[in-house]
């Protein structure tokens, strides 16, 4: 099984996770999630395998928190479709080998699930 990357190329953490796993020849499919999002399925999965609530996995210094998210009284299910209408606040990255999600916060973090 090829294992996933959600990867922001303007980010340090994300580059540096992408090389730590490049450096290890693994099967990799990079998806840059500002251009493609998960969807609501993929996501909840993603929560899911990380055993992370929806705001557990969001990047509250952004402005689409601010404007979206903050102060609201959503549901789970209706941050998880906001997160991928603004996949901004969306933690990354995000790495996927299987069964198995870690965030990159710091790479090596990831080392765990391969």
């Not at 303007?10 to 251009?35: F, G, M, N």
């Amino acid at each position: 099984m090829s294992v996933t990357i959600y990867h922001n190329p303007r980010c340090s953490k994300s580059r540096a996770t992408l090389a730590l796993l490049e450096a290890r020849d693994i099967d990799l499919q990079v998806v840059e999630y500002l251009k493609t999002p998960p969807g609501v399925d993929e996501l909840t999965r993603i929560l899911s395998l990380l055993g992370k609530s929806p705001a557990e996995l969001m990047r509250k210094g952004e402005e689409e928190y601010s404007t979206y998210f903050k102060d609201k009284d959503l549901s789970d299910a209706e941050t998880i479709a906001l997160m991928v209408q603004y996949p901004k606040v969306i933690e990354r990255p995000i790495v996927v080998n299987g069964n198995a999600a870690a965030v990159g916060r710091p790479p090596e973090a990831v080392l765990k699930i391969l």
